[in-house]
């Protein structure tokens, strides 16, 4: 998770003090992106993936639960969880999208996914 140390414009002017010249890239679209920002300009994607794999787990107490991995669209693959469906029907291929998960008391957010509708 990004802090003020590593927003997008602190990085962008840390380069410049150093003479550089640093932009995104948008993987997406595929195009570069100027001036930095967290959500892309032309496609304004942001916490989009694909279940790469996903078992369900099935505890002693409780309900049975999934855990998948998400190959997110930014580039990198997460372990989590695909909410709002139930267990035995994430499917590895299915389109998700990002949403924060509050467990309360001092438990810290996490995030977990979503099936995209329509897709």
Do not use: W
Not at 12 to 38: C, K, M, N
Not at 52 to 57: G, I, M, N
């Amino acid at each position: 998770m990004p802090s003020n140390e590593d927003a997008p414009l602190k990085t962008y002017l840390d380069h410049l003090a150093r003479g550089e010249l640093a932009y995104q890239f948008s993987p997406e679209a595929g195009r570069a992106v100027f001036y930095p920002r967290t959500l892309c300009p032309f496609t304004g994607s942001k916490g989009l993936g694909t279940v790469y794999a996903t078992t369900v787990v099935h505890p002693i107490e409780g309900k049975p639960f999934n855990v998948a991995l998400i190959d997110c669209d930014e580039g990198f693959r997460l372990m989590s969880r695909v909410e709002d469906i139930a267990p035995e029907q994430v499917r590895i291929g299915q389109r998700v999208r990002f949403r924060e998960h509050q467990p309360g008391g001092e438990e810290p957010p996490q995030p977990v996914f979503v099936p995209v509708e329509g897709a």
